[in-house]
């Protein structure tokens, strides 16, 4: 393993955020094209309608089945994408990276902070949709998008992105933290606190939002490691005339 430099560990490329800043630029649009395109068809009444159809039919067939192993792990992520846990979760962990001063994961975390959960709120009272008729939770904001599925996500690919270094050994936890984004928006789904729609919209936007910032923020770091080097070199060439 090459040794890194310590102007390279200042400038966080000691732990690689994201390998190949393209591929992972494009997934994230995708991601929010996804989301998008939800966003825009809950606003355009006659294909609202059909979604609608859609959500009613998948939970009308969905919600009635109850089993007490499922319920009792839907509850308990129903407590950990709640404000309760998570602020405080995502405090440890913002101020885990500032002690460690790992700036650059520091950065990714908070930009994919900013880049979600202001939307949530915004997103909710936009929309204003209401919830399913029967839940095993109590909610009182809007429905569309799921608050727990975008922060479940955020918090999964985040995590993963700021903790393990992109490389092929990443591969395994990045679909882990996949997986728990779908479960989390499942569990959703199950304790009849949210429509499809709801749950498909959160997990695309919030899993953009955490590729997202940690592309931007690599890219900063990146470029500006590479401006300094070419900086330097200029520098030690006009010495040398």
């Not at 994201?18 to 809950?42: I, K, S």
């Not at 993963?160 to 270094?165: D, S, T, Y």
């Not at 990045?174 to 499809?196: C, K, N, P, T």
């Amino acid at each position: 393993m090459v040794e890194m430099t310590a102007k390279e560990e200042e400038h966080g490329l000691g732990h690689i955020l994201v390998e190949d800043h393209e591929w992972a630029w494009r997934f994230a649009l995708v991601l929010w094209a996804v989301a998008g395109l939800l966003f825009v068809a809950m606003a355009i009444p006659a294909i609202r309608d059909v979604v609608l159809e859609i959500d009613d039919w998948f939970y009308e067939t969905t919600y009635p089945v109850k089993i007490g192993a499922i319920t009792a792990i839907a509850w308990f992520l129903n407590f950990i994408g709640g404000g309760l846990f998570a602020w405080p979760f995502r405090v440890a962990i913002a101020s885990f990276l500032f002690a460690k001063k790992r700036w650059e994961a520091f950065y990714a975390w908070i930009l994919a902070l900013v880049l979600s959960e202001p939307f949530i709120w915004l997103l909710k009272n936009l929309y204003g949709r209401e919830r399913p008729p029967e839940a095993l939770v109590e909610a009182t904001s809007g429905s569309f998008p799921s608050g727990h599925s975008i922060g479940g996500a955020v918090m999964a690919v985040g995590l993963v992105v700021a903790f393990v270094p992109a490389g092929p050994e990443r591969r395994n936890l990045e679909i882990v933290a996949a997986g728990f984004a779908f479960i989390m928006g499942g569990s959703r789904m199950y304790l009849g606190a949210h429509y499809l729609t709801d749950v498909v919209a959160g997990v695309a936007f919030g899993a953009a939002a955490a590729i997202g910032a940690a592309v931007l923020v690599h890219r900063f770091y990146l470029r500006r490691f590479i401006n300094e080097r070419e900086e330097a070199y200029r520098v030690l060439q006009a010495r040398k005339t």
